[in-house]
């Protein structure tokens, strides 16, 4: 089929809105936010609801047109990027944005998969309800983004991933078909749980459509606290002990080192510790429930006891709802710091939480040996494992020398987490970024039974080719 003609048949299912064709007016959705990924497309189509994009699919499907799947083009693997063939069609799903159903009674919320994260988080707070997905794109990223990624955040801690939090799925396969998976239930043993095959499968078997999701009841308040710490191994001994003293109170348990820290403190305005002195690693505690009463006097009574016993050297307890803001900016703003200050090879890691000690303490050593004078920038979501294990290259390193030393702390970094029986892909999604290095951490039963699934599903490799396998 003629480049002219699949333009026009899609124009006639999704409308002249629904189809983007000028190069210029294609760019956001061709590069990453990152700006490390760049492609070109055909068309990018916008569909406005599950049909169109199942007529959109046949119609690719039909005429061998292989399609880019892309939600808010937030990711930071080249997952939702065409490649430079020009001959992909990008399907965003930004004009799908309906909240169907909240359903407080059963604690669902039902919804379009272009549906910004924020906003679905603001459809559950009004029906007092909490969705606790939270990370730092929330206010760009899409849900079915979120799913096709299975994205972790800051809340992993205590309400899982996003896989944990999906109930049901709608979606469309490859050749059109469209799978209704849409149910609202905790409970249904009636064959193999699909729903799971597209969660983390990054748009390569199908389009997720909708969603149901899991909802909670809102927390009537939480208390953050900020700790210093001497080393790692007691930052983990902390975490162990407030797990034990304030059960699924603990919500979230967050990491920075101290160049970590300086970093954020340096790059960006207005941020600023909330200790004098200076500690190798910090903590950003929180606490929250239904109730708030003994919420305080519970998270006091545990970083008491962990000073007693030699587990933290300082720590401030947040007084006001600016104050803990306050303490997440520090933490949210790592990403913008980096960006700002240099350009870092990213290692999104997950380990074991017993071996995270050990590891990090090799791999400080390594790069020390390896790659010396290069900034380690290490922080991450302790409470579930997943470390962003990066180091900072600066502003005006050759793209060659980049490159070189990308390869080379790649592989060491990611051969030491195979070591520890960790994964390189913790919450980002693989992409393009970390295709390649699969056949390396995985066994050849485990790539094995994905290519079979794949072929299954998708056998003219139509689905975001050159992603992920």
């Given amino acids: 089929m003629k480049q002219k003609e699949l333009t026009s048949r899609l124009m006639h299912i999704v409308g002249e809105e629904g189809v983007i064709l000028n190069p210029a007016d294609q760019e956001t959705y061709v590069n990453d936010w990152l700006g490390k990924a760049h492609g070109r497309t055909v068309a990018v189509v916008r569909p406005r ?24 083009n937030t990711g930071m693997s080249g997952g939702a990027t065409p490649d430079l063939s020009g001959a992909q069609v990008v399907l ?16 669902t919320l039902t919804a379009d998969a272009g549906v910004i994260l924020a906003e679905i988080q603001q459809a559950a707070r009004k029906v007092g309800r909490y969705f606790p997905l939270s990370l730092g794109a ?37 050749d059109g078909r469209v799978w209704n998976g849409l149910r609202a239930l905790r409970k249904d043993n009636t064959g193999y749980d699909l729903k799971d095959l597209f969660i983390g499968s990054e ?23 900020w700790v210093g710490v001497q ?43 909330p200790l004098k002195k200076i500690y190798p690693y ?22 008491s006891a962990a000073i007693e016993e030699g587990l933290i050297d300082d720590c401030v307890v947040a007084m006001s709802e600016a104050q803990s803001v306050s303490m997440w900016k520090l933490r949210e703003g790592i990403s913008l710091a980096q960006v700002k200050a ?31 004078g290069l900034p380690i920038i290490n922080f991450g979501h302790i409470g579930d494992g997943n470390l962003h294990y990066n180091v900072l290259l600066p502003l005006d390193v050759a793209p060659e020398d980049y490159k ?7 592989k060491r970094i990611h051969d030491l987490v195979a070591q520890f029986n960790g994964s390189i892909s913790a919450e980002h999604g693989v992409g393009t970024l970390r295709r390649d290095e699969l056949r390396r951490y995985k066994s050849t039963v485990e790539m094995d039974l994905m290519i079979a699934i794949k072929r299954a599903l998708d056998p003219n490799q139509l689905m975001n080719p050159g992603k992920l396998l």
């Avoid at 609801?49 to 808010?72: I, K």
């Avoid at 090879?345 to 020390?368: C, M, R, T, W």
């Avoid at 070189?404 to 790649?410: P, S, Y």
């Fill in 282 to 303: 910090y903590a950003l505690i929180e606490l929250a429930d239904t109730r708030l009463a003994g919420l305080q006097d519970m998270l006091q009574t545990g970083l």
């Fill in 138 to 174: 929330e206010g760009s990223c899409t849900i079915g983004g979120n799913l096709a990624t299975n994205a972790g955040g800051t809340g992993v801690l205590r309400y899982g991933n996003t896989r944990d939090l999906t109930l049901g799925l709608e979606v469309v396969l490859p």
């Fill in 203 to 225: 748009g390569s078997l199908g389009i997720i459509t909708g969603v149901v999701l899991k909802l909670f009841a809102a927390p009537a308040g939480r208390i953050t606290a």
């Fill in 404 to 410: 070189e030393k990308t390869t080379g702390l790649n």
């Fill in 49 to 72: 609801n599950t049909t169109e994009v199942s007529a959109v699919m046949r119609l690719c499907h039909q005429s061998h047109t292989p399609v880019v799947p892309q939600g808010g």
């Fill in 342 to 372: 240099g350009k870092a090879v990213k290692h999104d890691i997950a380990l074991p939480i017993s071996g995270l000690a050990s590891f990090v303490a090799e791999a400080d050593q390594a790069v020390l040996t390896d790659f010396p």
């Fill in 92 to 107: 965003s799903l930004n004009r799908m944005k309906r909240i169907h159903d909240v359903d407080p009674v059963n604690n």
């Fill in 231 to 273: 080393n790692l191994a007691n930052v983990v001994a902390l975490l162990n002990r407030l797990q034990a003293d304030c059960g699924p109170r603990l919500s979230a348990f967050e990491m920075m080192s101290a160049p970590s820290l300086s970093l954020v403190t340096t790059q960006l305005e207005a941020h600023v510790s």
